[in-house]
Nanobody
Framework: QVKIVESGGGLVQPGGSLRLSCVAS????????IGWFRQAPGKEREGVSC????????WYADSVKGRFTISRDNAKNTVYLQMNVLKPEDTAVYYC?????????WGQGTQVTVSS
């Protein structure tokens, strides 16, 4: 069964850090581009960051550039999103998606709340 599970979300104060993990089961991520997306209440889902299959190509939304870092460990079938200097506007449900030849596989999301 193909499954993607995100974890690492939580409540953090402004300026704090979190590391999100995206773990795949039922398939390997080696050949897939992986994207992190987020959706805040009342807003559309937006792209945050993505990484190519080899890890050599990355992209970041302007709003997170310089604060977030995406990486992957294909041996662990995992992609990470290191989030530093978090701001209240980063509050959202964060989703991981694998862009596969058969289509896009989404996880269920993990809540990130940045508040004092």
């Amino acid at each position: 069964q193909v499954k993607i599970v995100e974890s690492g979300g939580g409540l953090v104060q402004p300026g704090g850090s979190l590391r999100l993990s995206c773990v795949a089961s039922g398939f390997t991520l080696d050949n897939d581009g992986i994207g992190w997306f987020r959706q805040a209440p009342g807003k559309e889902r937006e792209g945050v960051s993505c990484i190519g299959s080899s890890g050599g190509t990355t992209w970041y939304a302007d709003s997170v550039k310089g604060r977030f870092t995406i990486s992957r460990d294909n041996a662990k079938n995992t992609v990470y999103l290191q989030m530093n200097v978090l701001k209240p506007e980063d509050t959202a449900v964060y989703y991981c998606a694998a862009i596969r030849s058969s289509g896009i596989s989404w996880g269920q999301g993990t809540q990130v709340t940045v508040s004092s």
